[in-house]
């Protein structure tokens, strides 16, 4: 029972994390590989601000504004600029973070990491077992979602849209793109920031290898897998993802090619989505 | 002495990221797919000339058979991947993210036939050294750059003067221009990737001799090699060359300053400065491929 | 007061003049037409007086108001909207989203109202919703609400540009070829809808290649030339021009 309530936390975290990258790149078309860099962020914010005594609600809210203004910032350079840049800057955002975390050491505590994480609680209630925790993190996908789809629903959502298809015809009808475009790189990085809180208080221990360049590529995979644009593509594809390394716990590997051969799914798996059905299992066509 | 001994070495790593720099400009430019595998090739033909090494094959046998690894698997790349992608309509954002899923593939392949651990050649000759006016060159630097130069004075004579390159170009100015080259730009371009991943074959090997290799850190050579390429304009060899150089300087010098793990920022940070002060790129004027 | 006033404005790409010291003044509440062969300028001047391009040198006045340096989307909030000669519709939105988006009511465009403010937001959906519907039924797409831009006809993407516009409640318009491709009974409801905007009130800038459509809608014709402005006046006094009819049939332009 823990063991598939443990499954059923860890899709939600990253599912919040794909609905932050599925703005982004399915909604207005912005490119990223550095959500899992943002989530960083909010887990180690939230990781120090708890070990420092701050309490995990209000740790949470640093999170999530801290993490909403790096996004806006990174993603800064591609809101002003079109082309091919902003795959630089996505990618360097996350290269940066990853060498920020191991080398920083007097913080982060560099390569190993933060341990003993403390529990979340709110108002006296602790989500320590995997039981509690569901609860939490249930929670926060259900008020992610719920906002993911008032904003879709709203005028804005239809403003982003029509910028993603002809951002000249939206500038040509007086609307302020740029001004759109840093509203939701903001409200994306607010949930990479709930998921990284969520992740640091829920696993107790976070390093720099839970949030480098393998964890974004991932993320980007749940997206394609489930499907862009959509809400519901967003939560079918960490659910279908996270259980591929206990299908692989199945096989009898030796532990040093675990890793390399989840990877090495995880890619063929973005290949043959792009090749065979971009629009992922629920979503639509990038 | 420090400081020049620092800037030779800066230049040796330049020339290698040089060659990873113009291989990818050339495919980029040609067909604006923007090719992060480029990265894997570079993972797995180094691997591929160390695996060989070190079950006895002389290592210019190695070298060459990497070289042709890279060849065949550029070519397969744009054949099998990228064209059927193209035949369907895809988005520059599908071929992106197809991209990434084929760095990925390639390099955990690698971790997983040969090592995931950092492996180093078994050849004696990689120690030794050259000194020259109290400036310390190792043989693999000195081959690095010696091989580099000429690499990229033969593709920029190609693309320049022969008949082939000048007609390769022309489908990269303009598609519908194709048609009087006479050249089937389906497998011009997989002759193109087939050109780069020889290319980047080279320094992924020598780099690999001189230093050590590890599967996952190629990422960051081609994120350099890219941000050499958009300073030093894209569409120019000699920008991206030269840009390489540059940067590698200036990586390699501010060691003195910051230290070294701190490189990649560094680059980065270089990057920014010129998307928001000369966005062009130094050497040339318009840069205008949209994803 | 000047309604709409450029002066003196050149624009050069490269080597190439597109604008060459142009100044002219329109009136409010007239048709002006902006013909001229291919490459006359046409295009860069509507171009500049929205803001897509910024003039080398020169001004551009509306109102009084000097907008030279003005960004693209202020000039729309001050009243000048334009459409576009390929359209750009948003393709997969509903030809409601696509009038919805570009209403001139600013509420709504935020995301913490949308996610903070559901009821609220909800209101102003529903109001923004009749309005845009409004505005289709007036340009006689009432029909085809929810339908995606991508499958209308030619002649209704063409008519829901003007929905678009006036959804901005712009009252200088641009339209940058409004009749090019219409068939007949496509072309008389243009032409039409053309003189209701007049009729309420509208300031028109036409781009206008049809010399017929001129005279059936034209107070005031624009005549350009190799980047300049040859010759302003009634469609009858430019059309009996000899000089400009040499310069217009002479090279052999599509009419």
Known sequence: MNFFLSFVILAEIFSIAALSTNLLMGIIGIFSVAQAAIMGIGAYTVALLMMSGVPFFVALLAAIV??????????????????DYFIITSFGTQLVATAVFINWQGLTGGASGLFDIPLATIGGW??????????????????????????????????????????????????????????????????AGIAGGLYATYISFIDPTSFDIHVSVLVVTMLVVGGARTLS?????????????????MIDLPSTLLGPMRQLVY????????????????GRRL | MLYLQLFVDGVVSGCAIGLVSISFSYFYSVTGTFHVAHAGIYTLCGYVAWALVAAGAPFIAALMLAVLAGALSGYATQHVLYQRLADRQASPLVMMIASIGLLTVLQNIVAIVFSPNIVQFDMPWRVGHLDIAGVTLSHPQALIALVSIVIFV???????????????????????????????????????????????????????????????????????????????????????????????????LSVALIPGRWSIAAVFGIFILFILLKPEGLFRRRFSRAL | MTYLAVSHVTKTFGGLVALDDCSFVIAPGRISCVVGPNGAGKTSIFNVVTGFIKADTGTVVFKDKDVTSLSRHDRVRLGIARTFQNLRLFEELSALDNVLVCLADEAGNGPLAAMFRPFHT????????????????????????????????????????????????????????????????????????????????????VVEHNTRIVQRIADDVLFFHRGRLLAQGSPDEITSNEELGRIYFGRGDEH
């Not at chain 1, 798996?269 to 629920?282: D, K, N």
């Not at chain 2, 194709?178 to 089937?184: C, K, M, Q, S, V």
């Not at chain 3, 006036?166 to 809808?193: F, K």
């Open chain 1, 233 to 249: 593509g967003s939560i079918i594809g960490p659910f279908l993802l996270i259980a591929v390394p206990q299908l692989l716990a």
């Open chain 2, 154 to 252: 033969g593709l920029t004579v190609f693309s320049a003067r022969t008949d082939l390159g000048k007609r390769i170009r022309a489908i990269a100015s303009n598609a519908e221009l194709a048609e009087i080259t006479r050249l089937d730009p389906k497998r011009v371009f997989a002759y193109v990737l087939a050109i780069s991943s020889a290319i980047v074959a080279v320094p992924a090997v020598l780099v690999g001799v001189d230093q050590a290799m590890q599967p996952y850190t190629s990422l960051i050579v081609l994120l350099t090699a890219v941000v050499a390429m958009i300073a030093g304009g894209i569409g120019s060899l000699p920008g991206a060359f030269g840009m390489s150089i540059v940067l590698a300087v200036i990586q390699s």
């Open chain 3, 122 to 205: 909800e209101a102003v959906l529903k109001r923004k919703k009749a309005e845009a519907a409004a505005l289709l039924d007036e340009v006689g797409l009432g029909h085809k609400i929810e339908v995606p831009a991508a499958s209308l006809s030619y002649g209704q993407k063409k008519l829901l540009c003007i929905a678009r516009v006036l959804a901005t409640r712009a009252e200088l318009i641009l339209l940058d070829e409004p009749t090019s491709g219409l068939a007949a009974g496509a072309l008389d409801a243009m032409v039409t809808m053309i003189h209701t905007l007049k009729a309420r009130g509208r300031t028109l800038l």
């Open chain 1, 267 to 282: 890619g063929l798996i973005l290949i043959a989505f792009m090749v065979w059905r971009p629009q992922g299992i629920a």
């Open chain 1, 126 to 191: 602790t989500f320590a077992t995997a039981r509690q925790f569901v609860l939490l993190s249930t929670l926060c996908l259900v008020a992610v979602a719920g906002s993911f789809w008032l904003l879709m629903r709203s005028p804005y959502g239809r403003l982003l849209h029509a910028i993603r298809q002809d951002e000249i015809a939206a500038v040509a009808a007086g609307r302020r793109v740029l001004r759109a475009k840093v509203g939701v790189a903001a409200v994306s990085g607010a949930y």
């Open chain 1, 66 to 83: 801290l993490c909403a203004a790096v996004n806006v910032i990174s993603s800064l350079p591609s809101l002003r600029l079109a082309g």
